[in-house]
């Protein structure tokens, strides 16, 4: 499975450009030849969010980047924003429940050694998913991957802030220790309200 971010960043527009991805987006993307649902989070005090597409295999995502070009230019100039765009093999995907109304998600971005991702992985599968498993409100995680460059992103969804926000602590110190015995960076951490969730990403733990 493989994933393509979308993230746009310094938004003046977020309603409307979520109203776009909802009514015009997501319905295209869903009509794709391997597309298995998208996905959209939004920080509106940061004035970022970001739209993820998931696709069977690498070459459905490639042949769908044309098609998808188009709508990711319009879908900036009603946001307002800059656009980036980043390709990511789905390495882990853990669901407990389904994201209610009012979830939350909280990203967090890594940089390690890309001959280390297969280690990684297992150490997020390992030692990350039965802890998180435990906390209160925790419906989901995904773990994103890039073997080329070793960047990583690692999202985890909550049924509300309160429970997004209650898992800090906890969820700190397993952050912690994990860049610490990989030898990981953390290059960047954001919590989203989770606007759009049309994943149908099957369970790959």
């Known amino acids: 499975m493989y994933a393509r971010s979308t993230t746009m960043s310094n938004v003046r527009d977020m309603d409307?450009?979520?109203?776009y991805v909802r009514d015009t987006v997501m319905p295209a993307v869903q009509g794709m030849s391997g597309c298995v649902g998208l996905s959209m989070v939004c920080?509106?005090?940061?004035?970022?969010?970001?739209?993820?597409?998931?696709?069977a295999d690498?070459?459905?995502?490639?042949?769908?980047?044309?098609?998808?070009?188009?709508?990711?230019?319009h879908a900036a100039e009603i946001f307002g924003a800059v656009a980036e765009v980043d390709e990511w093999e789905i390495a882990l995907l853990h669901?407990?429940?389904?994201?209610?109304?009012?979830?939350?998600t909280r990203v967090t971005w890594t940089r390690g050694d890309p001959a280390d991702t297969d280690r990684s992985v297992d150490a997020v599968?390992?030692?990350?998913?039965?802890?998180?498993?435990?906390?209160p409100g925790f419906c989901s995680v995904s773990l994103l991957v890039d073997r080329r460059t070793g960047l990583g992103a690692l999202a985890?969804?909550?049924?509300?802030?309160?429970?997004?926000?209650?898992s800090a602590e906890t969820v700190r110190g397993m952050r912690e220790q994990i860049t610490r015995e990989l030898g990981?960076?953390?290059?960047?951490?954001?919590?989203?309200?989770?606007?759009?969730?049309?994943?149908?990403?099957?369970?790959?733990?």
Do not use: K, Q
């Open 43 to 55: 920080d509106r005090p940061g004035a970022r969010c970001i739209v993820t597409t998931a696709w």
């Open 95 to 104: 669901r407990r429940s389904e994201a209610p109304e009012g979830a939350c």
């Open 125 to 135: 599968r390992t030692g990350v998913l039965p802890r998180l498993d435990e906390l």
């Open 58 to 73: 690498d070459s459905a995502m490639h042949a769908s980047a044309e098609s998808i070009r188009d709508m990711r230019n």
């Open 184 to 205: 990981m960076e953390i290059t960047g951490m954001a919590e989203f309200d989770l606007v759009l969730a049309h994943l149908r990403v099957p369970e790959t733990v």
């Open 16 to 19: 409307d450009g979520i109203a």
């Open 156 to 166: 985890a969804t909550y049924a509300s802030r309160h429970d997004m926000e209650a």
